[in-house]
């Protein structure tokens, strides 16, 4: 979420449930302005806040040039000090952040052993070899990093139209967008992934009959699998308010207020992903 309109945003939310106190909203509305200020960040936004046992882990972000790939991640345990996410390369860190099943303890420096699933290696349908089960230390903090990463690449959700690919490739804020409108808002299509498209280009352009290449470049929320069950859109006709959740990361919220430049999400929750949502329906 923007800290441009924070305060508009957390209303906008309250009618999932999200929230925090009124001390907390100034304190980090303030403390994200200097942060932006000390980096020099073009944009900086309000991620969200990880659950944890003795203190709650408040994410935030911010980027210089490019809004996908300049993406700087901090976190803090008091809304005042904002200390930068490390960020995670290794496949096992990965691995053991989803395996991991323990709740956030709240102290960045904590070490949890974390058991692998095992490995074989598999030639004409039979098994030649197998490894065991290899053990991994995952520090609290590289496992909120990687949480966040993931969180963000599966269900960070942005309007069509609000980014803008430059010719040099970098993307954008679009200055030109003002919203969906009543006949767009409750189209699933017009809602994309706020990540590095990983379906190739031809995929996304030629799904649509108005394709537009600097807007249309990025991964629709509608292929996210479970196809059509990872997302629920819920419009609010009386507030002029797009409410869509994401049911594979239970917390994560997106909004959007018809006819305006105003969108964002926002994730409250404990880290943990529904694995039971194919069995919902």
């Given at each position: 979420?923007?800290?441009?309109?924070?305060?508009?945003?957390?209303?906008?939310?309250?009618?999932?449930?999200?929230?925090?106190?009124?001390?907390?909203?100034?304190?980090?509305?303030?403390?994200?302005?200097?942060?932006?200020?000390?980096?020099?960040?073009?944009?900086?936004?309000?991620?969200?806040?990880i659950?944890?046992?003795?203190?709650?882990?408040?994410?935030?972000?911010?980027?210089?040039?490019?809004?996908?790939k300049d993406?700087?991640?901090?976190?803090?345990?008091?809304?005042?000090?904002?200390?930068?996410?490390?960020f995670?390369?290794?496949?096992?860190?990965?691995?053991?952040t989803?395996?991991?099943?323990e709740?956030?303890?709240?102290?960045?420096?904590?070490?949890?052993?974390?058991?692998?699933?095992?490995?074989?290696?598999?030639?004409?349908?039979?098994?030649?070899?197998?490894?065991?089960?290899?053990?991994?230390?995952?520090k609290?903090?590289?496992?909120l990093?990687?949480?966040?990463?993931?969180?963000?690449?599966?269900?960070?959700?942005?309007?069509?139209?609000?980014?803008?690919?430059?010719?040099?490739?970098?993307?954008?804020?679009?200055?030109?967008?003002?919203g969906?409108?009543?006949?767009?808002?409750?189209?699933?299509?017009?809602?994309?992934?706020l990540?590095?498209?990983?379906?190739?280009?031809k995929?996304?352009?030629?799904?649509?009959?108005d394709?537009?290449?600097?807007?249309d470049?990025?991964?629709?929320?509608?292929?996210?699998i479970?196809?059509?069950?990872?997302?629920s859109?819920?419009?609010?006709?009386?507030?002029?308010?797009?409410?869509?959740?994401?049911?594979?990361?239970?917390?994560?919220?997106?909004?959007?207020?018809?006819?305006?430049?105003?969108?964002?999400?926002?994730?409250?929750?404990?880290?943990?992903?529904?694995?039971?949502?194919?069995?919902?329906?």
């Amino acid at each position: 979420m923007n800290i441009e309109y924070f305060i508009e945003g957390l209303e906008c939310l309250m009618y999932c449930g999200q929230k925090i106190t009124p001390e907390q909203k100034v304190l980090i509305e303030n403390s994200l302005i200097v942060l932006q200020n000390e980096n020099r960040f073009t944009g900086m936004y309000f991620w969200g806040r990880i659950n944890a046992i003795t203190r709650d882990y408040y994410i935030a972000f911010g980027y210089t040039q490019d809004c996908l790939k300049d993406r700087k991640f901090f976190y803090t345990l008091d809304g005042y000090q904002w200390m930068m996410l490390p960020f995670v390369h290794s496949p096992k860190i990965f691995q053991a952040t989803i395996l991991c099943r323990e709740p956030f303890i709240g102290d960045p420096i904590l070490v949890t052993t974390v058991e692998l699933d095992p490995t074989f290696e598999i030639d004409a349908n039979q098994i030649i070899s197998a490894n065991l089960p290899e053990k991994v230390k995952l520090k609290e903090e590289e496992r909120l990093a990687a949480i966040v990463f993931i969180i963000t690449e599966e269900c960070a959700v942005c309007p069509r139209g609000a980014l803008y690919k430059l010719t040099d490739g970098r993307v954008i804020p679009n200055q030109m967008f003002r919203g969906l409108n009543d006949l767009q808002v409750e189209n699933i299509s017009n809602y994309q992934i706020l990540r590095l498209p990983r379906n190739d280009l031809k995929h996304n352009l030629l799904k649509r009959s108005d394709y537009n290449y600097a807007i249309d470049f990025l991964d629709c929320i509608a292929d996210v699998i479970p196809l059509r069950q990872a997302f629920s859109l819920n419009l609010m006709r009386n507030e002029r308010l797009i409410i869509i959740k994401s049911c594979l990361w239970p917390g994560m919220t997106f909004f959007h207020k018809l006819n305006s430049r105003k969108h964002g999400f926002l994730y409250f929750g404990d880290g943990k992903k529904n694995y039971d949502l194919l069995f919902m329906y």
